[in-house]
């Protein structure tokens, strides 16, 4: 049975900083691409984060220069350090894996709220 869990989600001030992670278990780690998205309500979820087995990463916009993207595969787990943190980056986060092998073939954590707030 394939779970992702997140963590370290909660509340941050303006300019500080979080470190969301997520563990996965029942899959094969290193044959899935590991990403991070967020969703605000009435929002479709934005990808803003991918890394692959190697190590290779990609951003969006929205977050690139702020946030990192790494994965430890001999604990199967990925994590996500946020810097910088504004307002507009309050939303809840999900952990997601996809399979290199099989298209279509993915599974999703059950999402940690960040809420940047003063």
């Known amino acids: 049975q394939v779970q992702l869990v997140e963590s370290g989600g909660g509340l941050v001030q303006p300019g500080g900083s979080l470190r969301l992670s997520c563990a996965a278990s029942?899959?094969?780690?290193?044959?899935?691409?590991m990403g991070w998205y967020r969703q605000t309500p009435g929002k479709q979820r934005e990808l803003i984060a991918t890394?692959?087995?190697?190590?290779?990463?990609n951003y969006s916009d929205s977050v690139k220069g702020r946030f990192t993207i790494f994965r430890n595969n001999a604990e199967n787990t990925v994590h996500l350090q946020m810097n910088s943190l504004k307002p507009e980056d309050t939303a809840v986060y999900y952990c997601k894996a996809d399979d290199v092998r099989r298209r279509g073939h993915s599974f999703w954590g059950q999402g940690t709220q960040v809420t940047v707030s003063s």
């Open positions: 890394v692959i087995a190697a190590g290779t990463t």
């Open positions: 029942g899959v094969i780690f290193n044959n899935y691409i």
